[in-house]
């Protein structure tokens, strides 16, 4: 009855879209009546209303239902959100503007002259608009009212025309900000957590192990790593589409001739065209790149760009007024002012000491009213004129509505897909076909594909993604990034806009395109470029480093990146030293075998006998180096014939897993039957018969797996432990050998601050001798309490200690203090005297092997990664690694 039920959900949800009724009440109207129909029937024929639900109940479902929409609404974790209507502020109010057409005007004067000028204009407008605005819709209407006529006029192909405006005002969905890209990634933060919790408990299933390694786990996502991700992509799609119109005009130029500017290109010209480009290309900057540097989430990238679009709409609005501009120069010589006043003054009110600080407040601060005055001014007039203020936010508030209350739809929907079984059917049907990962990601990807002919992309984002995204992302024999992922849908949901016979795209232009264009030559148009859309997904499948690398990069050389013996980065960042190890070995030994010469018979005994223990780590590196080359060239080796078998017997073991969990269930079941009143003796005997049949399909998939599995198995385990083992020991050396060394130069360069002390330290005699015990005692406290910043004084520390306490009691012993002050002192003195010489003889020697071996044998006890490094490890963590023969 659950398979009904879950048919009935899809039908009911398909038919009510088909019959256009509006998605934001399709999506959970059909989730209630279905939840409704299997609660109702089951508690007619079977006396409970879970009866029919493959998981939960309809409580649960409800609950399930108030959980997400508390995370909509009201989570503060989950702010992802937030940055929608911001950015779709933003769009509205630039397209509001005449931005759209002031750029197609003046990029076609530019292009015009090279072949296929017009549509490489379209092009390259596009991409702009895509990076400001986003609105498809918008962009679409705007090329098709200003650029068609031209491109008509100057005798382009009715298809080159139609399909590269449809297709150029597409690219908003995936060149960031994005609205498609944000629900993405909220889409996907879920589906990351889940499809963890599925690799764990793989994991634990496969090798008993109950803590997975962190290095395993999956790695998440966020809006700004989406868009991120997604900006090179971008750029590759917007250079196919270029490419091909140019290509296209060599070879038929008579269907995209060039078109003469008629004008000259001179100094006004460019002016016009500066002032034309710069804004918006200032706006996508400050946007784009505040998130790129990592000096704004992307809530607050969305606020700034909600201001910035304001702001130019206050001056293009005003156009031909005397004043036009003041309100844009205004705002820029407030943030010109602000900048240059943090640049010198710390601006920070918890900070203020000086009244150097406090004129550096009031300049802020000055600055800052300046552009609140320019913002209000620019926001009075959007509002004064044409009433753009109001028509913005309204479509703002309508724009935003539909997508949180779709979202809200969804997740009820999704909830009710799984209540009946609909996500084990989908894992069971993609986990059973051949190939593994790849086929089922061409699978999901082809029907996502065949989804958009007829949905929109909100509707597949929210409501196929929780769905197959979770199962996708646990397969640890691809090991794909969340990132990588959501782009890759993003790429194919971007089709949806142009697919008949639903694509949004081909009806907007439709709408303002002449009569003379047929429909027909719509269609024949974006053919070329949905197989653009295509090959772009085919070449960011296969270069992940397209989508993984910038995230990456910002990750690892932000101010918060993760240190350098973070588990997820060992691995890419041994490939790096050990690289590094091959080119520089020479350099390496050598400062090894002179750091071995220096003289250390003067150090304290535990300071000398940790430095040359490190030093030993230090020279058996190479020792290590060789052990690792040789374990991993054996669990290679084994890895070759060992795959195939690990792959066969785990798919086994899965379905066996799979038919426990059945068998669990109908165990369930009949236990349920049996104490019902009266017992139901055909059913129980029904259920009886089946978990034998279960019981002798699982004996039968045990038969079934190899006899050498054990055998084979145990011995790639231990040839997996032992590379495992073998960087292990590799880590803790290098760790060893890099520590002592830094901790005994660390006490070294203490010694002016020690030497510093000395005067004091003589003068705790007197103290004793001239103050009550409990007053000396307090001042040899403060003395010990101030040393403790010196590196190294825990001797001399001790010793103070132990005079204190012969101060302290019932009974104090002041001549007690006093010996034991004299020892402190005389260790004090001593320990002064072998710093100050190895500050002499060691320091240097130590300095120029320490910065020899900073980026290899010490880069993990680095606080960060150093940029050459971060961005090496940034380009190798960008590809996707097997990690299957871990489970």
């Known amino acids: ?140 209407v705007a090329m098709g009212l200003i650029s068609l006529p031209a491109m008509l006029r100057n005798n382009y192909s009715h298809s080159l025309a139609t399909g590269t405006i449809a297709a150029s005002g597409t690219l908003g969905q995936i060149i960031p900000p994005s609205i498609v890209l944000i629900i993405l990634a909220d889409q996907l933060a879920s589906a990351v957590d889940q499809a963890d919790a599925s690799r764990k408990a793989l994991y634990k299933a496969t090798t008993g192990d109950f803590a997975m390694p962190s290095e395993f786990g999956v790695i998440s996502t966020s809006a700004g790593d989406m868009f991120l991700g997604a900006f090179i992509p971008g750029l590759v799609l917007v250079a196919l589409y270029m490419v091909f119109i140019l290509g296209y005009s060599l070879f038929r130029p008579k269907n995209a001739p060039a078109v003469p500017f008629e004008g000259s290109y001179d100094r006004a010209f460019a002016g016009r065209i500066l002032l034309i480009l710069v804004p918006p290309l200032t706006l996508i900057f400050v946007v784009l790149g505040s998130i790129i540097m990592g000096i704004a989430t992307v809530n607050q990238a969305g606020a700034i760009g909600a201001a910035g679009a304001m702001v130019m709409a206050g001056y293009r609005l005003a156009e031909g007024r005397k004043d036009a501009f003041y309100p844009a120069i205004l705002a820029v010589v407030s943030l010109v002012c602000v900048f240059i006043v943090s640049s010198f003054f710390d601006v920070n009110i918890k900070n203020v000491k000086t009244s150097s600080d406090v004129w550096g407040i009031a300049l802020s601060a000055i600055a800052v009213t300046g552009f609140i005055i320019a913002l209000i001014w620019s926001g009075w007039r959007t509002f004064k004129i044409d009433n753009t ?29 799984r209540a009946f079984g609909g996500e084990e059917l989908v894992r069971e049907f993609l986990t059973s076909l051949p190939g593994g990962f790849w086929t089922q990601f061409i699978i999901v990807m082809a029907v996502i594909f065949v989804l958009g002919f007829f949905l929109d992309f909100i509707e597949i984002a929210v409501v196929v993604v929780p769905i197959v995204a979770p199962i996708l992302l646990m397969d640890p024999s691809a090991n794909v990034t969340a990132v990588w992922l959501g782009v890759m849908i993003g790429l194919n949901i971007q089709t949806s806009f142009l697919t008949p016979p639903f694509g949004f795209a081909l009806f907007y232009l439709r709408g303002v395109a002449p009569a003379v264009v047929k429909t027909t030559s719509m269609y024949k148009g974006v053919i070329a470029f949905i197989g653009l859309q295509l090959l772009a997904l085919v070449i960011v499948g296969f270069v992940p480093n397209l989508v993984n690398y910038l995230p990456n990069r910002i990750s690892l050389t932000a101010a918060t990146a993760p240190p350098p013996i973070n588990p997820r980065l060992q691995y890419c960042m041994e490939q790096y030293i050990f690289n590094e190890y091959a080119t520089r070995g020479d350099e390496i030994r050598g400062a090894i075998d002179t750091v071995g010469k220096l003289d250390l018979s003067y150090l304290p005994a535990k300071l000398k006998a940790d430095t040359e223990k490190g030093l030993k780590a230090a020279a058996s590196v190479y020792g290590h180096l060789e052990t690792i080359s040789k374990a991993e060239a054996a669990r290679d080796a084994g890895a070759e014939t060992f795959r195939d078998l690990h792959f066969k017997v785990r798919r086994i073991q899965s379905d066996m897993r799979k038919l426990e969990a059945e068998k669990k269930a109908q165990d369930s079941d009949l236990g349920r039957m049996k104490r019902q009143t009266p017992v139901n003796q055909d059913a129980v005997a029904k259920a009886e018969a089946h978990l034998a049949e279960i019981d002798a399909e699982i004996e039968a998939l045990k038969a079934s797996i190899p006899d050498n599995w054990e055998q084979d198995q145990k011995t790639f385990d231990a040839l997996q432990k032992a590379d495992t083992k073998a960087r292990r020991d590799y880590r803790k050396t290098v760790d060893t050998a890099y520590t002592s060394i830094q901790d005994l130069m660390e006490v070294v360069e203490a010694t002016p601050a020690l030497e510093a002390f000395q005067g004091e330290i003589n003068g705790l005699q007197s103290a004793i001798a001239s103050q009550e015990p409990k007053q000396a005692s307090e001042t040899i406290n403060e003395f010990s309490k101030s040393l403790r910043k010196v590196a190294g004084v825990k001797e001399i520390r001790s010793g103070l200690s132990a005079a204190r306490r012969a101060l302290r009691g019932r009974s104090p012993d002041p001549e007690k203090a006093k010996e034991e002050l004299a020892k402190a002192v005389a260790s004090f003195e001593s320990d002064l005297a072998w710093r100050k010489k190895a500050q002499s003889d060691l320091l240097p020697g130590l300095k120029s092997y320490e910065a020899t071996i900073r980026d290899t044998i010490g880069l993990r006890q680095q606080r960060r990664l150093p940029e050459a490094q971060a961005l090496s490890i940034a380009q190798c963590s960008s590809s996707h690694r097997d990690i299957s023969l871990h489970f």
């Not at 929608?84 to 057409?101: D, N, T, Y």
């Not at 203020?389 to 009710?416: E, P, Y």
Request: hydrophobic residues 60%; negative net charge.
């Open 1 to 140: 009855m659950e398979l009904f039920f879950l048919a009935m959900l899809v039908l009911v949800m398909a038919a009510a879209l088909g019959s256009g009724y509006p998605v934001a009440f399709a999506l959970p109207g059909s989730a209630i009546l279905t939840i409704s129909a299997a609660a109702l029937t089951g508690y007619l024929f079977a006396g409970d209303s879970a009866a029919y639900f493959a998981h939960g109940s309809p409580v649960q479902w409800l609950t399930a239902g108030v959980t997400n929409f508390r995370g909509v609404y009201w989570e503060v974790e989950r702010d992802t959100l937030i940055a929608i209507p911001l950015f779709v502020f933003m769009g509205i109010m630039l397209q509001r503007s005449k931005i759209a057409e002031d750029l197609l005007v003046a990029m076609a004067q530019l292009f015009g002259p090279v072949p296929g000028g017009l549509g490489i204009s379209v092009v390259f407008v596009g991409a702009l608009l895509a990076a400001t605005t986003g609105i498809v819709g918008a962009t679409v």
């Open 389 to 417: 203020m109001h028509s913005v936010m309204i479509d703002t508030a309508k724009t935003t509505s539909l997508v949180f209350i779709i979202l809200l739809g969804a997740a009820m929907l999704t909830a009710a897909f």
